[in-house]
């Protein structure tokens, strides 16, 4: 019975162990986190240990915003995106140029108008952020954008 229990006992251990590790792992790969006004927010996702971060973490994030550049076939991920959130009263509550295809921003609950640029190219999105639901807008531009 010794046996058993000291076995249950290290394998608790090590799955604790584990997931400790690939929590601190995530969170050293997470991007800085940035400020504009009383808005953080965090950019990036270059790389798959950055990329996987944020994507972990973008359940805290009540709005994470995603950029791709997309074909017949398939989509790659962009960088260097001007990014325009509006709030309801037209009142610009971010503004900012996109380090990697990930944007997680701490915004208030409430309606917004995201602006996406690339190449020229704007892209529109509604987005609702509510207490407790993360919103979520993909921009994808066409090839050769």
Same mark, same amino acid.
């Given at each position: 019975?010794?046996?058993?229990?000291?076995?249950?006992?290290?394998?608790?251990?090590?799955?604790?162990?584990?997931?400790?590790?690939?929590?601190?792992?995530?969170?050293?790969?997470?991007?800085?986190?940035?400020?504009?006004?009383?808005?953080?927010?965090?950019?990036?996702?270059?790389?798959? /240990?950055?990329?996987?971060?944020? !994507?972990?973490?973008?359940?805290?994030?009540?709005?994470?915003? !995603?950029?791709? *550049?997309?074909?017949?076939?398939?989509?790659?991920?962009? /960088? #260097? *995106?001007?990014? &325009?959130?509006? &709030?309801?009263?037209?009142? *610009?509550?971010?503004?900012?140029?996109?380090? #990697?295809?990930?944007?997680?921003?701490?915004?208030?609950?409430?309606?917004?108008?995201?602006?996406?640029?690339?190449?020229?190219?704007?892209?529109?999105?509604? *987005?609702?952020?509510?207490?407790?639901?993360?919103?979520?807008?993909?921009? !994808?531009?066409?090839?050769?954008?």
């Amino acid at each position: 019975m010794k046996t058993l229990t000291f076995k249950k006992t290290l394998c608790s251990a090590a799955g604790t162990l584990m997931l400790a590790t690939t929590m601190a792992h995530a969170a050293t790969s997470l991007p800085p986190v940035q400020r504009l006004g009383n808005i953080n927010y965090v950019t990036g996702g270059i790389g798959q /240990a950055e990329s996987s971060a944020i !994507e972990h973490a973008s359940h805290n994030w009540p709005l994470t915003l !995603e950029f791709a *550049v997309k074909d017949k076939q398939r989509a790659d991920f962009v /960088a #260097g *995106v001007t990014v &325009d959130v509006h &709030d309801a009263g037209k009142h *610009v509550k971010l503004n900012l140029k996109s380090d #990697g295809p990930f944007v997680l921003a701490k915004l208030p609950p409430g309606r917004y108008l995201v602006d996406a640029t690339l190449d020229g190219k704007t892209l529109h999105e509604q *987005v609702v952020v509510a207490s407790g639901h993360p919103a979520k807008a993909i921009f !994808e531009w066409p090839a050769g954008t």
